[in-house]
T-cell receptor, first 115, second 111 residues
Framework: DAGVIQSPRHEVTEMGQEVTLRCKPI?????LFWYRQTMMRGLELLIY????????DSGMPEDRFSAKMPNASFSTLKIQPSEPRDSAVYFC?????????????FGPGTRLTVT | RKEVEQDPGPFNVPEGATVAFNCTYS??????FFWYRQDCRKEPKLLMS???SGNEDGRFTAQLNRASQYISLLIRDSKLSDSATYLC????????????FGDGTTLTVKP
């Protein structure tokens, strides 16, 4: 089975540029999560969706960040304009609520560097 | 106070040692609990779920104490390959399934 797919795996961009991160969840999963991880702040939940609907975006740092899930098999996280402090690893995770299971499965992450 | 707190670590142990990690959570309504493992520069991966009755998977044992609101992970006969960061995860089913991750405890197993 294909796991969670993220692209790109690495992104280096200059301050002020727009960055778009992509995620394809595991087929059949109905929840999708975006996380950011840094050494200083650990793993932070940015936003999550249930059945393509954003449920909790309280972790989104500011208006420069936006996330969409137009269908069950695709989501994007956009940063516009990007800043050096956005440099981090961004993980996407998905979850299927079969049998009341709440385990999340993570993608390999996108390592973002903003110079 | 953080919603999920873990032993600060790091833990440095010799091969073959037994090591235990604890994790406390503040939300008494929490209902699902997990341990994840994260290797350096990799994504977190599910290690095991934690059930009320406690559960074991090979050298790993997880336990839940709802009264004291903590979960634990015991690793017996540790291997070099067990070196990783272990993340405690608590799920709040009442909030449409939002999960909260601890900051992780780093384990280094040395020869």
């Amino acid at each position: 089975d294909a796991g969670v797919i993220q692209s790109p795996r690495h992104e280096v961009t200059e301050m002020g540029q727009e960055v778009t991160l992509r995620c394809k969840p595991i087929s059949g999963h109905n929840s999708l999560f975006w996380y950011r991880q840094t050494m200083m702040r650990g793993l932070e939940l940015l936003i999550y969706f249930n059945n393509n609907v954003p449920i909790d975006d309280s972790g989104m740092p500011e208006d420069r960040f936006s996330a969409k899930m137009p269908n069950a098999s695709f989501s994007t996280l956009k940063i516009q304009p990007s800043e050096p402090r956005d440099s981090a690893v961004y993980f996407c995770a998905s979850r299927g609520l079969t049998s009341g299971s709440y385990e999340q499965y993570f993608g390999p992450g996108t390592r973002l560097t903003v110079t | 106070r953080k919603e999920v707190e873990q032993d600060p670590g790091p833990f440095n142990v010799p091969e073959g040692a037994t090591v235990a990690f604890n994790c406390t959570y503040s939300n008494s309504a929490s209902q699902s609990f997990f341990w994840y493992r994260q290797d350096c520069r990799k994504e977190p991966k599910l290690l095991m779920s934690v059930y009320s009755s406690g559960n074991e998977d090979g050298r790993f044992t997880a336990q839940l104490n709802r009264a004291s609101q903590y979960i634990s992970l015991l690793i017996r006969d540790s291997k070099l390959s067990d070196s990783a960061t272990y993340l405690c995860v608590v799920n709040h089913n009442t909030n449409a399934g939002k999960s909260t991750f601890g900051d992780g405890t780093t384990l280094t197993v040395k020869p």
